[in-house]
């Protein structure tokens, strides 16, 4: 079983994250949960997404020590740190969050992701480009296959999202520390 939790604030992204990552767990052929939580005001507020991906039925969807946790905020980052899993990993948007785990039992990787995408023309895709560098981290799922399911869940009515998704996940997946 891995459990992944994502966070920060509403409109970062944070429930779309999730909802790939469960769209790609079903490909796989996998038992999935997702659980989104957020507060009243959503955009701007707090949010985050507990993920579970198994091979057998899942019992509570409820994530609270992930495997692997992925933050986009400081609050996020303070809050949810200190709950990841002994050898479970750490992913951080490293140019919203000046912080650094002092954890020694997990692994950490730091990637400017928003600074990424501003510069790259990737404004709103912050969250696709650190996605594609936790999927390098975990090594869950095979890089083609995740780009399919990312490529074809774009909407209909936006298709040159397809393009600028692929272009950050591939940016996040390439980046090197």
Known sequence: MSGFLFAGFGGQGILFSGKLLAKIGLAHGKQVSWLPSYGPEMRGGTANCSVIIDDEPIGSPLVTKPDVLVVLN????????KTVKK??????????????????????????????????GLEGLANVII??????????FDYAAVEKVLVDSTPKSKPQLAELNAKALSLGYGWQE
């Open 87 to 120: 050898g479970g990993v750490l992913i951080v948007d490293s140019s919203l969050i000046d912080k650094k785990s002092e954890r020694k039992d997990i692994n950490s990787y730091y990637i400017p992701a928003s600074m990424l995408a501003s510069e790259n």
């Open 74 to 81: 400081l609050p996020s980052f303070e809050k949810f740190e």
């Open 131 to 140: 996605f594609g560098h936790m999927m390098k981290a975990t090594g869950i």
